[in-house]
């Protein structure tokens, strides 16, 4: 058994659920809950505590964590998990083979009791110990929690989140990404939640047919455009993706929005002028009965000093979406995601003063 205590790189530093709370040292968070346990880690059954930094992840399907005899491409993954270290780890003897956006990660299906807590779940997680692509992002995180509304792997018959609903751990299959004003810090919410950790309305999209999603959490958007242009694009089937940063959409539109903040091409990245940021258009995502908005001051990096650079690019062709919802957006918004209802709802920022 090992206990799987977890974070969100970057900017998610909090696991609660109705019965549990994991939270970071965020002065903010420990007022939110009820317990503070100081950090993320995993900790395996009479060894000492081992820490790993997860990716929460709406795009895919299933946890993993790299194998302690992983290759050298994955060297630089700080954390790793040891079966031989776990009393009740069973290899299903199953091969895993995960496509991510730009990578490919290979190793076998386990199954083990995860504890939160006080609380135990058992449910089938990637060992992994190859992986061939883009590793770079693998300097921040250890792995990931697959969050999809399915299970896309073949001869599983449930998520992560199945088992927490089957083994008592939450009443409902829903999540909710919770983000302080700012996009900073946040929390993540497993089960139901309450006003007072969402105290906005919450403004829900319908999920589009699984024959149409593949599985992902996937809406229609009527319209996307920004401020003062003649160029609009409607009924966009649109993924919802905490795995990825930033957000893409169809190539004529961002094309023509970028000649409108004046970027520029150098070495096959865009750079804007930092300086002409409060004068450029805010981006508008419009659904059948509200819109989320997308200012130039989130939609724009600075990398340094005087260097800036955008925050979407354009959609590849030929993927069975238009465009996708990342979380340079995200952040910014609270999103649930309601697999029981099948739909994904949206709400402000909290403002973090409790």
């Given at each position: 058994m090992f ?10 530093n ?9 939270t ?7 007022r939110?809950?009820?317990?503070n ?12 505590p ?10 895919s399907?299933i ?9 050298t491409?994955l ?6 998990y040891d079966?031989?270290?776990?009393k ?6 199953r ?14 299906v386990a199954i ?10 058992s449910?089938?997680?990637a060992?992994?110990n ?16 697959g969050?999809a509304p399915?299970q ?9 989140l199945d ?12 999540f909710?990404f ?8 946040g929390?993540?919410?497993?089960g ?5 950790d969402i105290?906005?309305?919450v ?5 589009l047919?699984t024959?149409?999603?593949?599985g ?9 455009l920004?401020?003062n242009?003649?160029d ?8 919802v ?8 959409m169809p ?10 903040i ?22 508008i ?5 509200f819109?989320?908005?997308?200012e ?6 600075q ?15 030929g993927?069975?979406?238009d ?7 995200l ?17 402000g ?6």
């Amino acid at each position: 058994m090992f206990v799987f205590y977890l974070i969100y790189f970057v900017c998610l530093n909090s696991i609660d659920t109705n019965a549990v709370n994991v939270t970071s040292n965020s002065p903010w968070l420990r007022r939110v809950a009820r317990e503070n346990v100081g950090k993320a880690a995993i900790e395996l059954l009479l060894f000492e505590p081992e820490y790993f930094r997860l990716l929460f992840d709406t795009g895919s399907s299933i946890i993993w964590v790299s194998d302690e005899r992983r290759s050298t491409e994955l060297s630089m993954i700080k954390n790793a998990y040891d079966p031989n270290d776990s009393k009740t780890y069973i290899n299903t003897g199953r091969e895993f083979t995960g496509t991510y956006g730009n990578y490919v990660a290979k190793g076998h299906v386990a199954i083990d009791l995860v504890k939160i807590q006080s609380f135990k779940l058992s449910t089938h997680f990637a060992v992994v110990n190859n992986v061939q692509g883009h590793t770079n992002p693998f300097h921040l995180f250890d792995g990931l929690f697959g969050l999809a509304p399915v299970q896309f792997l073949s001869r599983l018959d449930s998520t992560s989140l199945d088992d927490m609903v089957t083994q008592g751990l939450i009443s409902r299959h829903i999540f909710s990404f919770v983000f302080r004003r700012g996009g900073a810090d946040g929390k993540i919410i497993f089960g139901e939640f309450s006003e007072k950790d969402i105290p906005e309305e919450v403004k829900y999209v319908p999920l589009l047919d699984t024959s149409v999603t593949g599985g992902h959490w996937m809406i229609l958007t009527s319209m996307v455009l920004y401020e003062n242009a003649f160029d609009w694009l409607t009924q966009l089937r649109t993924v919802v993706d905490t795995g990825t940063v930033k957000v893409l959409m169809p190539a004529p539109l961002v094309q023509s929005l970028l000649t409108r903040i004046w970027a520029q091409l150098r070495n096959n990245e865009y750079y804007v002028p930092c300086d002409a940021i409060a004068a450029m258009p805010m981006l508008i995502f419009q659904f059948e009965y509200f819109k989320l908005t997308w200012e130039p001051r989130h939609y724009i990096l600075q990398i340094s000093r005087g260097v800036c650079q955008p925050r979407f690019r354009a959609m590849t062709p030929g993927l069975p979406y238009d465009m996708l919802l990342g979380m340079a957006l995200l952040r910014h918004y609270t999103t649930v995601f309601d697999v029981t209802d099948r739909r994904v709802g949206f709400a402000g920022p909290v403002d973090g003063s409790e």
